[in-house]
């Protein structure tokens, strides 16, 4: 009954830009930290971004800082990542996941993952 789901990936040339939803249900979101993942194909699962529960803190990993942005609406039970400036190496599976009694989003201590969406970046 507890879900998170994501949206908004798709195809989209190098350059473009594209807008990822998780979206929460069975819970409420404000208790959790979000972090953002990813997976290429024949790579580990990576951290790209974290915020905190209620927003005040950011980070990112360098591979995506000043391109991506994660934010979040508690009311809405809804995280997102806006991801701009698109490269082909940022082609992947994109995941969110949630943590709770942490201001940080270690890969290994994510309490709940979301099924992923597929983000494909080529002309």
């Known amino acids: 009954q507890l879900q998170l789901v994501e949206s908004g990936g798709g195809l989209v040339q190098p350059g473009g830009s594209l807008r990822l939803s998780c979206a929460a249900s069975?819970?409420?979101?404000?208790?959790?930290?979000i972090g953002w993942f990813r997976q290429a194909p024949g790579k580990e699962r990576e951290g790209i971004s974290c915020?905190?529960?209620?927003?005040?803190?950011?980070n990112y990993a360098d591979s995506v800082k000043g391109r991506f942005t994660i934010s979040r609406d508690n009311a809405k039970n809804t995280a997102y990542l806006q991801m701009n400036s698109l490269k082909p190496e940022d082609t992947a599976v994109y995941y969110c996941?949630?943590?709770?009694?942490?201001?940080?989003?270690?890969?290994?201590?994510?309490?709940?993952w979301g099924k992923g969406t597929l983000v494909t970046v080529s002309s």
């Open positions: 996941a949630v943590v709770k009694y942490s201001l940080i989003c270690p890969r290994d201590i994510m309490d709940y």
């Open positions: 069975g819970f409420t979101l404000s208790t959790y930290a």
């Open positions: 915020i905190s529960r209620l927003g005040g803190t950011t």
